[in-house]
C-alpha cells in the first residue's frame, strides 16, 4: 500500500467556494447570480469558426506545435499596442502571454513569495487571488477600502519597511471582482504616489476594464509608474474564457523570472489558441465586438438595480450601482447570515456567493457578490423576487 506524503503547502491549497456553490446551480431551475462566467451570448462563435479554418489552412503544422514560452509574436504587438488605451507605453518584449490571467497571478506567487513576507490586498479582494497566494505561506495583509478603492493611508501605514517591507500590493481598479467598485482617479493618484514612495510594486488585474457602459475608467495604476508594476489581462471577458487566454506586463526587471516560472508550469500557452485569437482580433474585431458585450451587460445591470430598488423595499438591504464589468456587492439586513441565507435562497430557485470568501481575514458574514451577466432579464427579475423573500423567511 502507497503512502503520500504531502508538501505543507498542499494543505494550505484550498477548494473554489465559488466552485463548490456552481455545483448547486446545476440543480435544474436554478436562477444563478453566482457565477463569475461570461454570458456565453458574447462569445464570437462566428468569428471563431473563420479563424479557425484560415490559421489550420494557412500555417496549420506550425500553429499545432510547441511555440516560444514568451507568446506569440503578432499577438504580444497587438496587446502592447492595446495597452495605450490604458495609457501605457510598454514593448512587446514585455508582454509574456499565459493560460488565463490566473497563471499570471501563480507566476506572480512564485517568483516575489516567501514563507512569512507580507503582501498587500484590497478589502475585499478576488477569491482566486487569494488561492493563488495562500500556498506561498505569505503573511496577507488587507489595507482598508472603500467604494472608491483601496485608501492610500492605510497601505502607507501597513506597507512595512526593510525586511518587512511588503512585497507587493494587488489590486484591481476597475469593476473590481467581488464588489464591482471602480477606483476614481483621484484614488489612483494618491495610491501610486504611496506605493512609489513606500517602494511597494504594484500588481494590477484588469480582467473587467473593457466592460464599462458609459464611461471609460481612468488610465491605469501601472501606467504611473511602469518599472514598479506588472499588469494582468485577459482574452477571456471580451472573448471567450474557454480559450484560457491571458497576458501580463512585467518590467525588464522581473520579466526573465516569470518567463522562468512559465517555461516550468507549461512550456508554453497553446499556440493554436493565440494564433486563432490573434487572427480574430485582425483588422479591428475588438473594436466592433465589445461595445456589444457592453449593452447587453448594461441591460442587465440596469434590470438587477431596478429589481432590487424594487423587491427589497423596506428591508435594510444595501447595494451599490456599478458602472460596468459583471457583479454588484451587496449588505444584508442585521442579524442575516449570507452562508445560512443561501440554503434558504436555493429552495426557493436562486443561487448567490457570500462575501466572507472574498476576505483576507474578518469577512464580513452579512455581504454577498451577485452577478448579473448570465441571467435573462426574466430571470433576474424572478430571481431577485425569490431572493427578498428568502431574506423574509430567514428572518422569521
Known sequence: MTNWTLAARAHKMNPSVIREILKVTEKPGIISFAGGLPSPKTFPVDAMLE????????????ALQYAASEGYGPLRDWVAHDLKKQGMDVHADQVLITTGSQQGLDLVAKILIDAGSRILVETPTYLGALQAFTPM????????????????????????QGSTRARFIYLLPNFQNPTGRTMTEARRAAVAAAALKTGVPVIEDNPYGDLWFD??????????????????????????????????VAPPALYPKLLQAKQAADL??????????????????????VPTIRALYKQQCEAMLAALDREMAGLDFQFNRPAG???????????????????????????????????????DPRTLRLSFVTASVDQINTGVAALAQAIRDYRT
Not at 514598479?228 to 501580463?248: D, E, H, N, Q, T
Request: aromatic share 8%.
Open 51 to 62: 479563424a479557425t479554418q484560415r490559421v489550420l489552412t494557412q500555417d496549420g503544422r506550425s
Open 137 to 160: 505561506e505569505p503573511d496577507v495583509v488587507s489595507v482598508d477600502s472603500d467604494d472608491s478603492g483601496v485608501l492610500a493611508d492605510d497601505l502607507r501605514a501597513k506597507a512595512g
Open 215 to 248: 464611461t471609460a475608467p481612468p488610465p491605469s495604476l501601472s501606467s504611473r509608474n511602469p518599472e514598479g508594476s506588472v499588469y494582468l489581462g485577459s482574452f477571456s471577458k471580451i472573448l471567450a474564457p474557454g480559450l484560457r487566454l491571458g497576458y501580463l
Open 268 to 289: 508554453h500557452t497553446p499556440s493554436f489558441n493565440q494564433r486563432l485569437v490573434a487572427e480574430v482580433l485582425k483588422d479591428g474585431f475588438i473594436e466592433r465586438h
Open 325 to 363: 464589468g459583471m457583479f454588484l456587492w451587496a449588505r444584508l439586513p442585521e442579524g442575516v447570515d449570507a452562508v445560512g441565507l443561501l440554503p434558504k435562497a436555493v429552495d426557493r430557485g436562486v443561487a448567490f456567493v457570500p462575501g466572507a470568501a472574498f476576505y483576507a481575514d474578518h469577512g
